[in-house]
T-cell receptor, first 115, second 113 residues
Framework: AQKITQTQPGMFVQEKEAVTLDCTYD???????LFWYKQPSSGEMIFLIY??????QNATEGRYSLNFQKARKSANLVISASQLGDSAMYFC????????????FGTGTSLTVIP | DSGVTQTPKHLITATGQRVTLRCSPRSGDLSVYWYQQSLDQGLQFLIQYYNGEERAKGNILERFSAQQFPDLHSELNLSSLELGDSALYFCASSGDTPTGELFFGEGSRLTVL
């Protein structure tokens, strides 16, 4: 089974609107971390936000928030007030202790912000 | 700046050749990971080293090999190169806890002609 599933290959959002990028994960480890990375067309991988499995509150970093629903094993990224510079590939990732703190990445979602 | 240094940034070579990609992890990080990203594809995990020892292996071809040296820098060796090996190769490093993020280098873009 896939450890990380991103079901949206491509998404479009109007500038200044909010957008949610979906991510579900699969683990039986009680101790894990969830991450989102952004990859613009220039290629670099930029860390956006982190959520720990024991965190009670959803993580937020500026315009980014992570909608963590533990029972549903989902970790959706919410980008508020989208900007043209948000157009990029977004990867969800998980790290779990059971597998020696390995990282597992989803296949990514390509986000295009429309002016 | 993630603190992870990769060289070279760009590399153009011919089929059948051999190249070496180099990575210096972030200061204090013992784990080094190598990923391959072909055009418009996701990240393919190749291999992980922890403090000089191989810890995990992903979809790494037999033509590829890697190692991590005592000073913790790592090298990825790609031999008998094929056109399909053209890709962006990332090195990343991290601490060894579930809460630590992965710090990526800028990548080495390999073009095989």
């Amino acid at each position: 089974a896939q450890k990380i599933t991103q079901t949206q290959p491509g998404m479009f959002v109007q500038e200044k609107e909010a957008v949610t990028l979906d991510c579900t994960y699969d683990t039986s480890d009680p101790s894990y971390g969830l991450f989102w990375y952004k990859q613009p067309s220039s290629g670099e991988m930029i860390f956006l936000i982190y959520q720990g499995s024991y965190d009670q509150q959803n993580a937020t970093e500026g315009r980014y928030s992570l909608n963590f629903q533990k029972a549903r094993k989902s970790a959706n990224l919410v980008i508020s007030a989208s900007q043209l510079g948000d157009s990029a590939m977004y990867f969800c990732a998980m790290r779990e202790r059971y597998t020696g703190n390995q990282f597992y990445f989803g296949t990514g979602t390509s986000l295009t912000v429309i002016p | 700046d993630s603190g992870v240094t990769q060289t070279p940034k760009h590399l153009i070579t011919a089929t059948g050749q051999r190249v070496t990609l180099r990575c210096s992890p972030r200061s204090g990080d013992l784990s080094v990971y190598w990923y391959q990203q072909s055009l418009d594809q996701g990240l393919q995990f190749l291999i992980q080293y922890y403090n000089g020892e191989e810890r995990a292996k992903g979809n790494i071809l037999e033509r590829f090999s890697a190692q991590q040296f005592p000073d913790l820098h790592s090298e990825l060796n790609l031999s008998s190169l094929e056109l399909g090996d053209s890709a962006l190769y990332f090195c990343a490093s991290s601490g060894d806890t579930p809460t630590g993020e992965l710090f990526f280098g800028e990548g080495s873009r390999l073009t095989v002609l």
